[in-house]
Nanobody, 122 residues
Framework: QVQLVESGGGSVQPGGSLRLSCTAS????????MGWYRQAPGKQRELVAA???????NYADSVKGRLAISRDNAKNTVHLQMNSLKPEDTAVYFC????????????????WGQGTQVTVSS
């Protein structure tokens, strides 16, 4: 019904940068918040950053000042610019979106991408 496709993961040395992108497609009437979560081995999935349709942002304390989330509403796309990466940023990163699929509020649902691996290592 709604698909989220991520791109941009990979391996980088500490201090390096990566840019993740996620595009939503399918039966979309309206997209509310979009965001990025991550899950490291043996840990719970955690919020990294989120952005509303109006552009308000929210970041995990551990990434403030290093990661920046942005959004292109016309393209149903969200980006995560990751700078000054640390080994502890290593995780699978998941795109998330709250999407309304028709004119009814009842059609609002929470959707996830398949995940993209980010590895920070020397």
């Amino acid at each position: 019904q709604v698909q989220l496709v991520e791109s941009g993961g990979g391996s980088v040395q500490p201090g390096g940068s990566l840019r993740l992108s996620c595009t939503a497609s399918g039966s979309i009437f309206l997209i509310y918040a979009m965001g990025w979560y991550r899950q490291a081995p043996g840990k719970q999935r955690e919020l990294v950053a989120a952005i509303t349709s109006g552009g308000s942002t929210n970041y995990a304390d551990s990434v403030k000042g290093r990661l920046a989330i942005s959004r292109d509403n016309a393209k149903n796309t969200v980006h995560l610019q990751m700078n000054s990466l640390k080994p502890e940023d290593t995780a699978v990163y998941f795109c998330n979106a709250v999407v309304q699929t028709d004119g009814s509020n009842w059609s609002r649902g929470n959707y996830w991408g398949q995940g993209t691996q980010v590895t920070v290592s020397s």
